[in-house]
């Protein structure tokens, strides 16, 4: 280690207290004694503070043994001229001017320490970066390259440095960002004097306002290329566990959310808690709206599969040309569209229940594979070779009269006797208005909570208007009214007023349209499409109703709507 220079300064008024206070912080200088003829001046208290040793007179001052500067500080030349008389011989006098320039000196060199320290730091991280990265004067010529750019072309670092851009890569983003002044994006080219296909990003240098030379980085499209794949390959596996999380759902409901009391809503209920012991076939049939989904949900979750999926396919819902791959999935280029492999419903379903929802409205086709699936439990992907084997309880539901669909030649015989092991029919409303306050009380507490409002119950007179009406939509009908109810009420109690509109016979006189006018037969049809739909809704459900109560499938009646404008 150098010994460090010591320093005295005579003189601790203004320009020596800034000296001291630069100077004390330099590590190669030690500040042996400061001195002025005024002992509480600044200056001192702060060096006494530093403990740096002090004294008023220079005479003290000139004891003080090996020092290698004496910073004259007073400006007095008495003062100049006793420390020139008595100094040690070895010690340089620096004058107020001299200290100064000594300053700038230090300020410059810590400063020069600095961008050392940058540089060092700079160096790191261009080193490790996987971009390449080369810098080029305003001239062209090229100043710097990371060893990342001679990873990616191959050319060394000594061969690069000193060439001109505008020879080598004329068409780089390099040159261009020099010749353009401005920044270059998403550059494609070829590295010259290389074959490293790349992707730039070329900016100007630009120092104190003026443009000084560019800098660009490049990576090579063989590293984005493996991204990208790499990419591809993470998307594909969220989007599989995506349609498989859509797809599966394990049933949230049981008997005990079924509300009735009625007997022949009881037959039913207790034949589907029979049921759910068994693993038998079960055909649920009832009008829209009777809680033919909610028995199959229960049956499920009451049963020895309730911890396994719960799958449900709507069999009128799902287009003609995509029902054999919803059912039975397909294979990777299958068919054009199929982009990747996919799972069927009733392959999801293994170890659970699948539920056929609107089965009449399933195409002959399928029902023959349906047939197969229910005899073998054993089917094939769609463009696949290999068997595969699984164990699904089928249960199916519908509005329409298979029986009668059978003898007309509409349904198949066969399935019809394997999806009607066990048959459960539900009671439509009509038949079991008894329940209707039952129903009523539940679905007050449910839309209170819903809505945050306090509704008690209903009046005499609005609940006789509920038990007269005839519910064509069955208890989700009467969900839907109490629905409308509860958000237009204001008070705690639902009067007559409030459903009068949506339940009332004097309505549904309004509704009953007489046709004095003769118009085509297809104009009629368009008619009363448009007039079922806006009387139970465009929704899903209100679509049901509407073919429901049009006596069309649901399939017929989505066909109908496409050929309308
Ligand atoms: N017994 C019941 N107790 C309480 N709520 C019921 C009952 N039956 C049906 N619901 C409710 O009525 C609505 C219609 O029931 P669900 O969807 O099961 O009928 P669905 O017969 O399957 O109708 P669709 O044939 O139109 O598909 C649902 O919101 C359901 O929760």
């Not at 419903?345 to 023959?368: H, R």
């Not at 007269?468 to 969900?479: A, F, H, M, S, T």
């Not at 109908?560 to 404008?565: A, D, G, R, V």
Request: charged share 25%; with cysteine.
């Amino acid at each position: 280690m150098t010994r460090k220079i010591r320093l005295g300064i005579v003189g601790m008024g203004q320009g020596g207290s800034t000296v001291y206070k630069t100077l004390r912080s330099v590590e190669y200088i030690e500040i042996s004694m400061v001195c002025d003829r005024l002992e509480w001046t600044p200056g001192m208290e702060l060096a006494r503070l530093d403990g740096v040793p002090t004294c008023k007179s220079l005479e003290e001052f000139l004891q003080v043994p090996n020092l290698d500067v004496i910073l004259e500080a007073t400006g007095v030349p008495e003062v100049q001229q006793q420390i020139e008389q008595n100094k040690e011989k070895t010690s340089a006098v620096i004058e107020a001017q001299g200290a100064n320039l000594m300053m700038h000196i230090i300020e410059e060199k810590e400063k020069l320490a600095d961008i050392k320290r940058l540089k060092g730091e700079l160096d790191a991280i261009l080193n490790s970066v996987q971009e390449a990265i080369e810098v080029a004067g305003i001239d062209g010529c090229i100043k710097y390259v990371n060893p990342s750019f001679s990873r990616v072309t191959s050319i060394p670092e000594g061969q690069r440095i000193g060439q001109n851009i505008f020879e080598v890569s004329p068409n780089s983003a390099l040159a261009r960002s020099l010749r353009t002044h401005e920044a270059v994006f998403a550059h494609r080219s070829v590295v010259g004097g290389s074959s490293a296909d790349v992707i730039s990003n070329a900016s100007p240098i630009v120092v104190e306002g003026k443009m000084e030379g560019a800098v660009v980085v490049f990576q090579p499209l063989t590293d984005i290329y493996r991204l990208m794949e790499q990419l591809k390959a993470s998307n594909k596996v969220i989007d599989d566990l995506q349609t498989r999380i859509n797809q599966i759902s394990t049933s949230h409901y049981s008997f005990d959310d079924l509300i009735g009391s009625h007997p022949e809503f009881e037959r039913a209920l207790d034949l589907a808690r029979k049921a759910a012991k068994s693993d038998s076939t079960i055909l649920i049939t009832g009008e829209s709206g009777t809680g033919k989904e909610l028995f199959a949900h229960a049956i499920h979750g009451s049963s020895l599969r309730w911890d396994k999926p719960f799958i449900k396919v709507n069999c009128a819902a799902i287009p003609e040309t995509l029902l054999e791959s919803e059912f039975f999935g397909h294979e990777k280029g299958a068919f054009t569209g199929a982009l990747k492999t996919k799972l069927g419903k009733m392959e999801l379903a293994n170890g659970g229940t699948i539920f056929l929802d609107e089965i009449g409205d399933m195409n002959p086709y399928l029902q023959a594979k349906l047939l197969r699936v229910i005899q073998e439990m054993e089917f094939e992907r769609v463009g696949g070779a290999q068997t595969i084997k699984v164990d699904v309880r089928v249960i199916s539901a519908t509005n329409r009269n298979l029986m009668e669909m059978t003898r007309r030649g509409d349904f198949r015989e066969d399935l019809y006797y394997r999806l009607n092991v066990l048959e459960l029919r539900l009671p439509s409303l009509r038949k079991h208005k008894e329940d209707i306050p039952a129903y009523l009380h539940s679905l007050i507490v449910k839309f209170n909570r819903k809505f945050g409002k306090h509704v008690v119950g209903l009046t005499a007179q609005a609940e006789e208007l509920l038990m007269q009406y005839d519910w064509p939509g069955n208890i989700r009908e009467l969900q839907n009214v109490v629905e409308r109810a509860m958000v237009t009420v204001e008070e705690d109690i639902i009067t007559h007023k409030h459903i009068l509109n949506l339940v009332d016979s004097q309505a549904s006189m309004q509704e009953k349209q007489v046709i004095e006018v003769i118009m085509p037969i297809e104009e009629m049809e368009k008619k009363m499409i448009q007039f079922a739909l806006k009387r139970y809704g465009n929704s899903m459900e209100g679509k049901k109703q509407a073919a429901n109560a049009l006596k069309i499938s649901l399939a017929t009646l989505y066909n109908k709507l496409k050929t309308m404008p």
